[in-house]
């Protein structure tokens, strides 16, 4: 059973950074995905992930602002916000998978503004 708990949500000023992690507890051995959503009121939208042994891919509302990285002996996956906007207001959820199944964790909310 894997288990992933966030930490490192909270309040930001709009230009300001927030590192989130994602601690992963449990075996993760053959991980093909990693990856970092929010969700505003609305849809859950993905936007870093790593997978495979590719090069991290962002969407455009984030590219150039947030770097998603991980740390294999440490399990732990981060997500590095800067120049954060007031749009990046959402609660974050990390997710793995792989051929144990995937996983999210609970959630971290991150609140932009002045």
């Known amino acids: 059973q894997v288990q992933l708990v966030e930490s490192g949500g909270g309040l930001v000023q709009p230009g300001g950074s927030l590192r989130l992690s994602c601690v992963a507890s449990?075996?993760?051995?053959?991980?093909?995905?990693m990856g970092w959503y929010r969700q505003a009121p609305g849809a859950r939208e993905l936007v870093a992930a790593i997978?495979?042994?590719?090069?991290?891919n962002y969407s455009d509302s984030v590219k150039g602002r947030f770097a998603i990285s991980r740390d294999n002996a440490k399990n732990t996956m981060y997500l590095q916000m800067n120049s954060s906007k007031p749009e990046d207001t959402a609660v974050y959820y990390c997710?793995?998978?792989?051929?144990?199944?995937?996983?999210w964790g609970q959630g971290t909310q991150v609140t932009v503004s002045s």
């Open positions: 997978t495979g042994g590719s090069r991290p």
């Open positions: 449990g075996s993760i051995v053959g991980t093909n995905f």
């Open positions: 997710s793995i998978a792989g051929s144990f199944g995937s996983y």
